[in-house]
């Protein structure tokens, strides 16, 4: 009997997760993955944070506890934490009951789920999207059937922000329409808007009326009396990477609009998943709630946003002591996990195959990947992808 | 360009103005009614989780060990967007056979899926997006949420006959029919086993017999086994209609959960197969499916599959699971006994026989939704209002309250 689907070709690997691959088939002993954004130690190995654990180890001890379906938008305690820690505890948002939350498979759940609101409810169908951004934001909000659009975010010239592009497209935007922003730490650049320049867009997307989507939070807008859609996710944050843990939430005027809000979110997630997994939303929610885990998981996730920015600095001194032509300075001013190098996919292509340097073709490193024992191996590999001869 | 003011951006309305209030889910608004009942003799026979003979919600004790053993040792890194192949592969033994050739030939195209509500949306939008041309065909009645998935993944629905009302069993003739009637290739939704909603599962014989009219007219049979284990206490007997079909040569797809048979309710843990031609097609099935995956969650939670691998993969382990599955079953049996055995005792003028006919964690009683609302308004029971009745719910403590409110509805029907 033939198969239904007998003429189906395979897909292409996915561009960031495709890059692990590759890099475990690889069997060079001085490969390196700056691929994927998931955190590694200076021994370059995964990290469960010391919270974590003990977050974990008072769960498998509480024998009272039961694997039941949680409700289809999770656990409330979870919820109403996520939404606390997003927004501030003293926001006014929440303390009037505007807001509605929806625990969701991390980032891209919560992302997802947004979407097909959006698609269901909304009147405009166009999302807007920063030029460049993450891989996996065009294959969502397509998938949700909005329409997607670009306006102006990177300066491959500056390697920084291109502000007055970014003013101009979302300035000409169609009142109403949605505008994905990343709040800090910018996916794949790195580069984020200065608090002036917020305050600035945050101005121009409330007088052209249009509709912000976060993927993480910015504090101005959520206390300026306007709605928003915030999708967040403990993945690095946590560490809770497989668990898929995050969080939808969306900023309304009025309770009673955010109340039937969230029974309309039901409808979108009932028929993809019914309810969302329970493990890691409990880990979350064990150390949200308890101030002394809470405040020792602030210090681990500084130590590792500080050995994030120490292997920036070790990197830009090596390049710099190398002699290595151009201007690195953007390797210390990006910020979050990843760099936009700069390089292009001839570069990339060529450091994989001579360096076993993994990374996205965009030029993108995850400064996680990085250890104080790699960085003069990838100041080599770049060193001679610049320097070679086309 | 002026800046607007703070203020002024107050006075505009709520984009969301006009976002009616959803209905309930018509299955977990039944528990949220009932966590809301003060009254002390209420009874929830609406969901389908297990509960033991005291009413409690269990948690196997192999998953107790499980989570014992990974606590600690789980590095919560990414899965691949296919999810834990080891999970996986031991999933499909479970549906395939121990010894499945199909296994070792690699022929079967396979993902971790966010337990059965998630393997059915992956094939629906799958099927959307690779056999566009094509129908669902769905018994009636069914899980309500299936009707829900297929319509969000955008593929046009029917129903087959399946439920005969008049006999509270089978509508063979009707459902052959139906088949026959179909356009050649459409996509049909099969319940390998402990049909949900009605209990209702067809004999072997008749499987033999779907199977050979689903073949002429070259469908795609898609099982959604959910009760894998729950229907007879034997897992491979209740995977006896997919060998059947396999027997036949059919290129099946099915979505597995972990859910009810092992407990893992919460953590969304299941697996969706596509069987292929060979291996190269495999492959391209499963890249593609995994593109489906990728703008829905990304990649799947990691700790209910490392439960089920931790289970599965040891053989001490998997005796255990399947003795305390088999126990889950025989109480759910025992208490079809105990349920038909009160009402005829109780002297109802109607026949009863389905009860102990039918099979899984439900019973479709035959009750009309009016009845049904005064058997929660008058006697605090809590159900779905097409009549079923989750069985999990019925206790040794609670059987003649429930049999006795059951006859008090009905008796004058």
Not at chain 1, 222 to 235: L, N, P, T, V, W
Not at chain 1, 236 to 258: P, T, W
Not at chain 2, 306 to 320: H, R
Request: net charge neutral; aromatic share 8%.
């Amino acid at each position: 009997m033939d198969s239904v689907f007998a003429a189906i070709v395979q897909a292409p690997e996915d561009p960031i997760l495709g890059v692990t691959v590759a890099y475990n088939k690889d069997q060079s002993p001085v490969k390196l993955n700056l691929g994927v954004g998931a955190y590694r130690t200076e021994e370059g190995k995964p990290l469960v944070l010391n919270v974590v654990r003990k977050a974990e180890q008072l769960l498998v001890n509480d024998q009272s506890r039961v694997k039941e379906y949680l409700p289809i938008l999770g656990l409330a305690e979870f919820n109403k934490l996520s939404a606390k820690l997003i927004l501030g505890d003293d926001s006014p948002a929440i303390q009037e009951n505007r807001v509605a939350t929806a625990q969701c498979l991390s980032g891209t759940g919560s992302l997802r789920v947004g979407a097909e609101f959006l698609a269901k409810h909304y009147h405009e169908r166009t999302i807007y999207i920063p030029q460049p951004s993450w891989g996996n934001h065009l294959k969502v909000f397509t998938m949700a059937g909005l329409s997607v659009k670009t306006y102006g975010y990177y300066d491959p010239t500056t390697l920084g922000l291109n502000f007055q592009g970014l003013l101009e497209d979302l300035g000409a935007a169609p009142a109403g329409a949605v505008v994905l922003l990343h709040a800090c730490a910018h996916n794949p650049t790195g580069v984020d808007p200065t608090v002036e320049q917020w305050e600035q867009i945050r101005q121009l997307i409330r007088s052209k009326g249009l509709l912000p989507f976060f993927d993480s939070a910015y504090q101005g807008f959520a206390s300026d009396g306007g709605e928003c859609f915030i999708a967040q996710s403990y993945a690095k944050n946590m560490g809770l990477y497989g668990e898929r843990v995050g969080a939808l939430s969306i900023v309304c005027k009025a309770a009673d609009v955010a109340g039937r809000v969230e029974s309309q979110l039901k409808l979108v997630i009932r028929p993809m998943y019914s309810n969302p997994p329970i493990h890691g939303a409990s880990i979350a929610s064990t150390i949200l709630k308890n101030s002394d885990m809470y405040n020792e998981w602030k210090i681990e996730l500084k130590a590792m946003a500080d050995r994030i920015i120490s292997m920036r600095k070790q990197l830009f001194d090596a390049l710099t002591a190398k002699g290595t032509p151009g201007d690195w300075s953007h390797i210390v001013k990006q910020i979050g996990m990843f760099t936009f190098t700069g390089l292009n996919s001839d570069q990339v292509a060529f450091m994989t195959k001579e360096y076993h340097i993994y990374m996205t073709s965009d030029g993108r490193i995850s400064m996680a990947g990085l250890s104080s024992s790699t960085v003069p191996h990838l100041a080599d590999a770049i060193h001679a992808a610049v320097t070679r001869a086309s | 360009m002026d800046p607007t003011p703070v203020v002024g951006a107050r006075y505009m309305s709520s984009w969301w103005r006009s976002v009616q209030p959803a209905p309930k889910d018509p299955i977990l608004g039944v528990t949220e009614a009932f966590l809301a009942d003060p009254d002390p003799d209420k009874i929830n026979v609406g969901v389908g989780a297990y509960r033991d003979d005291n009413g409690k919600p269990v948690v196997l004790e192999c998953v107790r060990e499980a989570e014992r053993r990974i606590a600690g040792n789980s590095n919560m890194e990414y899965l691949p967007m296919g999810g834990s192949v080891n999970m996986v592969e031991e999933t499909l033994k479970l549906a395939y056979g121990e010894n499945s050739e199909l296994i070792k030939d690699r022929r079967i195209a396979a993902v971790q899926a966010l337990s059965g509500t998630g393997a059915c949306r992956l094939l629906a939008d799958f099927q959307k997006r690779f056999c566009p041309e094509s129908q669902i065909y769905i018994p009636v009645p069914t899980w309500s949420n299936h009707h829900n998935i297929w319509r969000d993944a955008q593929v046009p629905q029917k129903t087959y006959h399946y439920y005969h009302p008049e006999s509270k069993g089978l509508d063979f003739a009707a459902m052959i029919d139906d088949i026959k009637n179909a356009p050649n290739g459409s996509f049909f939704l099969l319940h390998a086993c402990a049909h949900n909603p009605t209990g209702v599962d067809p004999t072997l014989e008749q499987w033999k017999e779907i199977s050979h009219h689903i073949k002429v007219k070259g469908h795609f049979p898609f099982f959604d086994m959910a009760y894998q284990g729950f229907a007879s206490g034997d897992p491979e007997r209740d995977a006896k209609s997919i060998r059947i079909f396999l027997e036949d040569g059919h290129h099946i797809g099915i979505a597995q959960s972990y859910a009810k048979n092992m407990g893992l309710y919460g953590q969304r843990v299941g697996c969706l197969s596509v069987l292929c031609e060979d291996e190269k097609q495999a492959v391209a099935v499963k890249s593609q499916l995994q593109q489906l995956a990728r703008p829905m969650y990304s990649n799947p939670p990691v700790h209910g599959a490392l439960i089920v691998s931790t289970i599965l993969g040891d053989p001490d382990l998997k005796k255990l699971w399947l003795k305390e599955v088999k126990v889950m079953a025989d109480r759910i049996i025992g208490m079809r006994t105990a349920l038909r055995g009160n009402l005829e005792k109780l002297g109802s003028p109607l026949s009863w026989q389905h009860i102990t006919n039918q099979i899984g964690m439900f019973c479709y009683s035959g009750m009309t939704p009016e009845q049904v609302d005064r058997l929660t308004n008058e006697f605090h029971i809590y159900m779905t209002r097409n009549g079923r009745i989750s069985m999990a719910g019925v206790t040794t403590g609670n059987v003649e309250y429930l049999a006795n409110a059951i006859h008090q509805v009905t008796k004058s029907a």
